[in-house]
């Protein structure tokens, strides 16, 4: 498998933690005191964890140029929009 293909499937796991995360964050917010909730506290370390998976697809994808001067940039940008 090249990384090109593992680059695609960490951002597509990545895209779903994230979309976990986010539903978590949305369960907190529905409670009295938010930050308090164990809710909250998964949320954020799912969300949170998302940003070293980008980093890594970031360094896979893009050696050495800008994310947004690559036509490659669009496949991690449309999954995550997803």
């Avoid at 998302?50 to 050495?64: I, R, S």
């Avoid at 800008?66 to 929009?81: M, N």
């Amino acid at each position: 498998m090249g990384t090109r293909m593992i680059a695609v499937l960490v951002t597509i796991a990545f895209s779903v933690i994230g979309v976990l995360g986010d539903y978590f964050l949305k369960l907190a917010s529905a409670r009295e005191q938010s930050l308090r909730t164990v809710w909250f506290y998964l949320g954020f370390a799912l969300y949170a964890s998302t940003a070293f998976g980008w980093v890594f697809v970031m360094k896979l994808c893009f050696p050495g140029a800008a994310p947004h001067r690559d036509r490659r940039g669009a496949v991690p940008g449309v999954i995550k929009l997803l």
